[in-house]
Nanobody, 120 residues
């Protein structure tokens, strides 16, 4: 079984920074896609930033230039550095990992979520 453990959420003032970390463990196949999504109250879950199976990066337009995703393949970790945070960034942030398993099915895993609140 695969587990994703997130850390780094919290309360920060507008303009501040936070760094989220996600560590994956278990039977993980490569190539895989790994990244961050978020869900604000009353809204659908949306992509924040992620690495594709091919290694390229995708960012939501709303976070480009403010957030940076990085990855350590050897440790199966992904980091999200969030700078210049805005109140609209307030949401529960979820780590996601997906890959094709041994039987050819796409497997999709989620972390438990970490709250990020941007408020003065």
């Amino acid at each position: 079984q695969v587990q994703l453990v997130e850390s780094g959420g919290g309360l920060v003032q507008p303009g501040g920074s936070l760094r989220l970390s996600c560590a994956a463990s278990g039977r993980i196949f490569s190539p895989n896609a790994m990244g961050w999504y978020r869900q604000a109250p009353g809204k659908e879950r949306e992509l924040v930033a992620a690495f594709t199976e091919g290694g390229s990066q995708n960012y939501a337009d709303s976070v480009k230039g403010r957030f940076t995703i990085s990855r350590d393949h050897a440790e199966n970790t992904v980091l999200l550095q969030m700078d210049s945070l805005k109140p609209e960034d307030t949401a529960v942030y979820y780590c996601n990992l997906r890959f094709i398993g041994v039987y050819g099915f796409r497997l999709n895993y989620w972390g438990q979520g970490t709250q990020v609140t941007v408020s003065s």
